[in-house]
């Protein structure tokens, strides 16, 4: 599943065969295979989060303007899924809020089918990879979340799943990159990519990676308002930002979607 962008998107182009932001296709256009590159069982890295905040507040707290995108919540937001995305338009510098797929796909991408369509980007990597670092220089975004999941492993059995949040019980806002991609049929694909650093204090028993967390007094650096290093940012949150807790293995299948999933193991 991908977003099609429209021309009132960030670098859409008057003729492209679209459809309006915010709607979801069930199914890729002929010759496109969507999620054959995705796993559905937890990644090396971050591989699932939860987006349940209603989208007009999103919009309200990064101060987007233009259309606010029609998205039912969700509690397990699975690589090739849509989700909200927060970007800077390039001509005006207005803050955009629309969906795109999770799984970048460069520009310059040749055989969708054969595309790596990585949901991570490595923090010690992203601005020199040649997979991300043109994204990097140009195209970064935050990706709002309510929680993510982890897995530990474990010598006894499958790996137990845990859940992290806010402590204070606001927004997370993860560090991402975006990228645009032209199908042969003139349509436009948007996706992106979740930065991860080393774990922090906190997650650092569960897992050695975890997102990069902005705090609201980065988020300008980050999307390009203000000038800057944005590379300053790449590192893990301080300790005691988030609180973890471990959840049932519910979670690991991207069809359980409920509430339920965010409730401590028994």
């Not at 003729?15 to 002929?30: D, H, L, M, V, Y």
């Not at 992203?126 to 999941?149: E, G, K, L, Q, S």
């Not at 992106?192 to 897992?207: L, R």
């Not at 997102?211 to 893990?236: C, K, M, S």
Request: hydrophobic share 40%; glycine share 8%; net charge positive.
């Amino acid at each position: 599943m991908f977003t099609i962008c429209s021309t009132s998107c960030p670098e859409s182009q008057a003729g492209n065969r679209t459809i309006s932001c915010g709607e979801f296709r069930q199914s890729a256009p002929r010759g496109v295979v969507a999620n054959r590159a995705f796993r559905a069982y937890p990644p090396t890295m971050c591989g699932r989060f939860a987006s349940t905040t209603p989208p007009d507040t999103i919009a309200r707290l990064f101060r987007t303007t233009g259309p606010v995108p029609n998205v039912a919540p969700s509690w397990n937001v699975a690589p090739g899924q849509n989700a909200m995305v927060v970007r800077r338009h390039p001509e005006n510098g207005e803050r955009r809020l629309d969906l795109l797929g999770w799984g970048l796909v460069p520009h310059w991408t040749k055989d969708l089918h054969s595309a790596r369509k990585p949901i991570n980007a490595r923090a010690e990597t992203v601005a020199t990879m040649p997979m991300f670092r043109d994204a990097f220089r140009r195209r970064r975004c935050i990706v709002p979340a309510d929680a993510f999941y982890e897995w530990q492993p474990r010598d006894d059995g499958p790996k137990q799943p845990f859940a992290a949040a806010r402590a204070n019980g606001g927004v997370l806002a993860f560090a991402g990159l975006w990228e645009g991609w032209r199908a042969p049929d003139g349509k436009t694909f948007r996706t992106f990519a979740i930065v991860v650093s080393a774990a922090n204090k906190d997650m650092a028993p569960i897992h050695d990676r975890m997102p990069v967390i902005l705090e609201q007094p980065e988020w300008p650096l980050w999307l390009g308002d203000v000038e800057g290093d944005a590379r300053a940012l790449l590192h893990p949150p301080e300790a005691g930002t988030l609180k973890i807790w471990p959840v049932g293995t519910r979670v690991n299948r991207p069809a359980n979607n409920d509430a339920g999933l965010l409730e401590p193991a028994r």
